[in-house]
């Protein structure tokens, strides 16, 4: 093998294991001999592991595929095993595969986002992944994304989250701090009218976009417990949502008129990249950033209600099926493979998306914007994988979309009628 | 025996056999029949192969026989009709009748989401959600080791390595290898299986990932296991599965959760129940939710009524602006009518969902130029009222769909008989009365079944739907449809197809439900057209 995952920790905290297993003292004199012959005798180094025959299905997006080939390659060459990449549509994945997978007919690992797990829990298709001492490497929040239910169901590689973006042209390059600040900063460039932008999915409302706001008040979706991992408990009701719903009627078209259901993802690039608003709340999927004419600076969204503004961090990785006939290689191939830097250097390099392995995202920090990002990713929270999430976003897209036209003149009102709808359909 | 004796006159006379049967000159009929007829055979051993390979037992058998099917057909004598209805036939069954009849299955059953697989594969995953690492234990280095049939692991920890099997716990052993990894080479007492032979051998492979190493006698302490094959680390599952009962029963708080054939779930007493289940049939509560569920029902019910208006509304608008032009420009007395009828076609000559994307533009709020220019900069929120909504899906699928009118009543008017016109003109009727008497009586004879043929189309119209308003603004409530949803979109938001969670039982309920629908208004339609016909 060409890596063994984590030998240190295991010299230090095995002892007590091996004593319980072993009473009396002549096995482990025995032993003491083992030890000291092994290291005479050692065999040469281990060579790698001959797969030939098997067959390796993975299914991709289009983005990610150069990269697993890559990544691929070289475990075919190491072990002889095929791997088989399948191009889907990303959109498609997570339905095909709850589909595919119980017939059989389902790939051995699939690429996915993190807030599948809930629903690939549900349909019984996914296996649990263990890093080992590896998880170490990962960042926080890319770990306890893909940990549901206390398991982690994935192996991440990128990390996204929505950050502050602002045209240094326009009000210079210091990041405000707070929402107050950088409404005023707007406002002294003369950008009265539109001072920030708000992605609302046009009429529909995009809850996602507007969480670090909601967050910075205090509301949460979900509570999380003490492990990290969401309940079912719905946090956002109470004065701290009833806030956050107010500042979202005063900033409305109701009252200064910042935020409109006009902003679709068309009109917010045109808007930001026409230079009509210096501040924009979106993700590094923004096509400004290949533009090298602007001047742009990345930074965590400023609060509004006091309290720090987490975006909701989306987790990319790889799951495993349940219904793997090749669980064996299919770990070997996502830890000893996928797992390492250069496997994790590659998928950047073909999509360059916040990397979650710690290492990667320090040294790719050294280009400001990415540091931008995954400071606001570091402030972030994930986004909820329990299935219960999927009941959130009707309500509370319909709620903000009514507050911010103003259609709903009792913003506390409808946003405590929302969550009590929200409560009793999650039940 | 006349019919005998009829061939017998007719024998002298042409030979009434095909060329593909005949050989006769160079026999070039019978050799192209012999090419193509190779081709499909070879086609279909392909796909028996590939069907043995895959093991996939139902397609195997039925390429066998339609294979089977299509040699007698084609080199026998007496089935001739056969041979121009089989290929359509098989095509029939394949893509019509295969899919209505799964469908149909479908909807009978709970299939979604939370109930995705077999009973057997919820127990499985129910088991893998449950075994956890015991908390503080390492990662070792370990090697599969064997003896006879018995299979074990060896663990490299501290130097010790230990050995184990799924009956005796891990215990230290003396004169052991290991390499530079620590991982075991040489075990006494054991024949250590090499990576190689794990990989190559997938039956050996299942069995050392269902592998459990007891690390002591006291069940709690967990045992070992790997994933990987050189890697093991110490797992503790915290439910326990009754095959005889059919029970999972929970070690640490002793609940109980059974297995529910109704609903497809393991549900204890209390009710609550375990999160992955499996398929199961249902019966008739699809179709029963369809309109008793609260969440459903209602939002539902308008979606299903401002389906129907808007097919009718569209058939009806677009026919008749589509008439209109057509009427207008058949006139003689219009001049270069060939290119301003090519400049009417123009919408229709757009791919449908862009054009409805460039109206979702135009329509904006506050940027789209319909406001703008139109409406002297107005506030009108057209896609995010529930009514404007509705009148501008009706607007822009008028667009789309007028010049298809207009082509088709171009084409019927110039085959209107001109002396009927002229004898009516002589008779004295004026225009009105002949376009109500003569034009649009004999125009309906050719256009209606094209007008029911466009009202199941657009009763299905999902991509208008689904780019100009995504079926929005919602209802309130959680049952994600909308305003303009129809019932067509309506289903693909239930389905999950667009993320959420995935009720395919119900889905399908629904879609049959539409087949249904369409498949009468239809009938019914069909029939009163005939009656046009008598004109």
């Known amino acids: 093998m060409r890596k063994q995952i984590g030998m240190g920790a295991a010299f230090v905290a095995t002892a007590a294991l091996l004593a319980a297993c072993s009473s009396d003292p002549e096995p482990a004199e025995t032993a003491e001999t083992t030890s000291a012959e092994p290291t005479v005798s050692t065999s040469e180094a281990p060579e790698a592991i001959d797969a030939s025959g098997q067959t390796l299905t993975i299914w991709t997006d289009a983005e990610r595929e150069g990269a697993i080939q890559t990544v691929a390659d070289t475990f075919e060459a190491e072990t002889g095993a095929t791997v088989e990449i399948v191009q889907k549509n990303f959109e498609d994945l997570r339905n095909d595969f709850i589909a595919q997978v119980p017939t059989g007919e389902g790939p051995d690992i699939t690429v996915g986002a993190h807030d599948w797990a809930g629903a690939l829990v549900e349909a019984g298709v996914v296996n649990t992944v263990d890093l080992g001492e590896t998880a170490d490497d990962f960042e926080q929040v890319a770990i306890d994304a893909f940990t549901y239910d206390g398991q982690l169901y994935g192996l991440p590689y990128a990390t996204e989250a929505i950050a502050l973006i602002q045209n240094a042209d326009l009000v210079g390059d210091t990041a405000p701090t707070t929402w107050d600040e950088m409404i005023a900063m707007s406002e002294e460039a003369g950008f009265e009218d539109r001072p920030f932008i708000l992605f609302t999915n046009g009429t529909s409302g995009d809850g996602y976009s507007a969480y670090p706001l909601q967050t910075s008040f205090g509301a949460p979706v979900f509570v999380q417990d003490e492990s990290g991992s969401y309940t079912t408990e719905v946090g956002m009701g109470g004065e701290a949502g009833q806030a956050f719903a107010q500042f979202l009627y005063d900033n409305g078209s109701a009252g200064t008129g910042y935020f409109s259901d006009t902003i679709d993802y068309d009109t917010s690039n045109q808007l930001f990249a026409d230079g009509e608003s210096p501040f924009i709340l979106q993700g590094p999927w923004m096509p400004f950033f290949d533009d090298d004419s602007m001047n742009l600076v990345v930074s965590p969204m400023v609060s509004a209600g006091g309290e720090t503004a987490a975006p909701f961090v989306g987790v990319q990785g790889f799951y495993v099926s349940s219904q793997s006939e090749n669980t064996l290689l299919a770990n070997q191939f996502l830890t000893n493979y996928m797992a390492t830097e250069d496997a994790q250097r590659a998928l950047y390099e073909a999509d360059p998306r916040l990397p979650a392995l710690t290492a990667l995202a320090e040294e790719f920090s050294a280009d400001p914007i990415t540091a931008g990002f995954v400071a606001s990713a570091a402030q972030g929270v994930p986004m909820p994988s329990i299935p219960q999430m999927g009941d959130v976003w009707d309500f509370w897209n319909a709620a903000e979309i009514q507050l911010i036209t103003g259609t709903a003149d009792d913003p506390a009102g409808t946003w405590d009628s929302m969550v009590s709808e929200l409560e009793a359909a999650i039940g | 025996m006349a019919n005998d004796d009829a061939v ?528």
């Open chain 2, 8 to 535: 017998a006159v007719k024998e002298p006379k042409a030979p009434r056999e095909s060329h593909a049967r005949r050989w006769s000159g160079l026999g070039g009929g019978f050799i192209a029949k012999l090419l193509l007829m190779a081709l499909v055979n070879a086609l279909a051993l392909t796909i028996i192969m590939s069907a043995w390979n895959a093991e996939a037992w139902a397609i195997l058998t039925l390429s066998i026989v339609l294979i089977v099917g299509a040699d007698i057909i084609y080199f026998a004598k007496r089935t001739l009709p056969l041979k121009y209805l089989y290929p359509g036939l098989i095509f029939l069954a394949i893509f019509q009748l295969f899919t209505l009849a799964y469908t149909g299955y479908v909807a009978f059953t709970n299939y979604g989401t939370g109930h995705a697989g077999s009973q057997q594969q919820a127990v499985e995953a129910t088991l893998i959600q449950n075994e956890r690492r015991v908390d503080g234990t390492p990662t070792v280095p370990l090697s599969i080791v064997r003896d006879g049939d018995t299979l074990g692991f060896a663990v490299t920890q501290d130097g010790i390595v230990s050995v184990g099997t799924e009956e005796d716990v891990l215990e230290p052993v003396s004169g052991a290898v290991v390499d530079t990894n620590s991982r075991p080479t040489e075990v006494p007492g054991w024949e250590v299986v090499s990576q190689n032979e794990l990989f190559s051998d997938q039956d050996l492979q299942q069995d050392v990932i269902d592998l459990r190493v007891p690390v002591s006698d006291e069940a709690e302490d967990g045992s070992m296991r790997t994933r990987d094959g050189s890697s093991g680390a110490i797992y503790q599952s915290s439910i326990e599965w009754d095959d005889e009962a059919q029970t999972f029963t929970d070690k640490e708080t002793g609940t109980v959760y059974y297995a529910d054939q109704e609903v497809g779930n393991f549900v204890a007493d209390d009710g609550s129940r375990l999160p992955t289940g499996w398929s199961v049939t249902v019966g008739f509560d699809n179709f029963v939710r369809a309109v008793t569920d609260q969440n459903l029902a209602g939002p539902l019910l308008k979606v299903t009524l401002w389906t129907f208006a808007f097919a009718v509304l569209t058939v009806l608008t677009s026919f008749g602006l589509g008439l209109l032009f057509a009427l207008i420009y058949n006139d003689d007395r219009i001049r270069g009518r060939k290119w301003m009828r090519t400049v009417f076609i123009l919408p229709y000559a757009f791919p449908a969902f862009m054009s409805a994307l460039l109206w979702r533009g135009m329509l904006n709020r506050e940027f789209g130029i319909i406001n703008d220019w139109f409406f002297f900069g107005a506030d009108i929120n057209w896609l995010g009222d529930p009514w404007l909504a509705k009148f501008a899906i009706l607007w822009v699928n008028l667009w789309l769909s007028y010049p298809y009118w207009f082509l088709v009543c171009t084409g019927a008017l110039q085959a209107l008989p001109s002396e009927t016109m002229e004898a009516s003109r002589m008779d004295g009727a004026g225009r009105w009365r002949q376009f109500r008497s003569i034009t649009l009586p004999l125009l309906m004879v050719s256009t209606a079944p094209l007008a029911i043929s466009s009202f199941a189309f657009n009763f299905n119209n999902f991509t208008i739907i689904y780019m100009l308003t995504e079926g929005g603004p919602p209802f309130p409530g959680t049952s994600g449809l909308g305003s303009t949803d129809i019932l067509i979109s309506a289903i693909y938001n239930i389905s999950g197809v667009s993320g959420g969670s995935a009720d395919y039982g119900l889905a399908s309920a629904l879609s049959i439900i539409v087949f249904i629908v369409v498949g009468i208004i239809s009938a019914i339609a069909f029939r009163q057209t005939r009656k046009l016909e008598e004109i």
